[in-house]
């Protein structure tokens, strides 16, 4: 079955899509656990989306880096009702996950999109179901599990090594029998990848859209986010993900100039700004031309 994205899931305007994060998980390093609760995931998906967000991405498992798993029972526990209700109050939803079951669940409660952070690695069910569902995909660079991913931040070329393995994974998707167009491509900032890979590849993100997937960029609050003085040195006190807002909203920019599809961020209004700004300064120049 070809899979197309949703046309809903598509910019109306010219900037990217928001995706507003809602963290289903006790122990998430950007927002640590303040929506664990079914009922404040909730709100707190109700509120990204009064401010701004078009799509809301429910997640039920902490990537933090050395951060053991859940079962998958205590997943689904965490995540169907919330995608469900959301769903229900007519939310465009995404679910992270990288089971195919928790996605498979997801779908019936209403999600619109599966964003796998292990791109289909992680379980070897994933991919068929996708096939199977014809929902769009999102794929983004993985290595390795939370507990082992800082292990695996080796690279001679980070930006060549990423794009190649996101090609590798697109061929492996396509073998299962996804379609083409179904297929959202994410480098997956902060994912065994140290503070130089990830500026590395926001410098190169260009090249990660030329690949002809539509882009998801997720650096909200991440780490490098929180080391900004690339003088002060690694043993530098960064600061607390909650004051990395103003840093990701300027990425929310920079993916924006190289052509994302969508950005993956906690605070919207922050980022709503930045793309706004985007968009005017762009409308402007299109006017006079
Ligand atoms: N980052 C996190 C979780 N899910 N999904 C995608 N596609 N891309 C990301 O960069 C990404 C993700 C980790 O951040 P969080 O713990 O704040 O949700």
Do not use: C
């Not at 964003?115 to 994933?126: E, K, T």
């Not at 190289?258 to 950005?263: L, N, Y």
Request: proline share 6%; charged share 20%; aromatic share 4%.
């Amino acid at each position: 079955m070809t899979a197309a994205v949703a046309p809903a899931l598509r910019s109306s305007t010219s900037r990217p899509l928001i995706m507003g994060v809602v963290n289903v998980t006790p122990d998430s390093f950007s927002d640590g656990g303040r929506w664990f609760e079914p009922s404040a995931a909730i709100e707190h998906g109700n509120l990204l989306l009064e401010q701004g967000a078009d799509l809301l991405d429910v997640g039920g498992e902490s990537t933090r880096p050395g951060a053991g798993r859940p079962s998958e029972e205590e997943e689904l526990a965490r995540v169907i009702g919330v995608v469900r209700a959301l769903a229900d109050q007519g939310a465009q939803v995404s679910v992270d996950t990288m089971r195919s079951r928790v996605a498979a669940e997801a779908l019936e409660a209403g999600a619109q999109l599966i964003n796998d952070v292990s791109g289909g690695l992680a379980d070897p069910q994933m991919a068929p179901l996708v096939a199977s569902a014809g929902v769009p995909f999102v794929a983004m660079h993985w290595r390795a599990h939370s507990a082992q991913m800082d292990l695996e931040a080796r690279y001679a070329d980070v930006l060549a090594e990423v794009i190649a393995e996101l090609e590798q994974r697109v061929a492996g998707l396509l073998a299962a029998g996804v379609g083409r167009e179904a297929i959202i491509l994410d480098p997956g900032f902060g994912f065994s990848k140290d503070a130089g890979h990830n500026w590395a590849l926001l410098a190169g993100l260009e090249q990660v859209v030329a690949l002809g997937h539509p882009v998801l960029v997720g650096t909200s609050r991440k780490r490098f986010l929180g080391r900004l003085d690339l003088t002060a040195g690694p043993d530098a006190e960064p600061t607390p993900p909650t004051e990395r807002d103003a840093a990701t909203a300027a990425t929310s920019l920079l993916a924006a100039q190289a052509g994302a599809w969508a950005v993956r961020v906690h605070d919207v209004p922050s980022t709503r700004d930045a793309l706004s700004v985007w968009d005017n300064v762009r409308a402007a120049g299109g006017a006079r031309a």
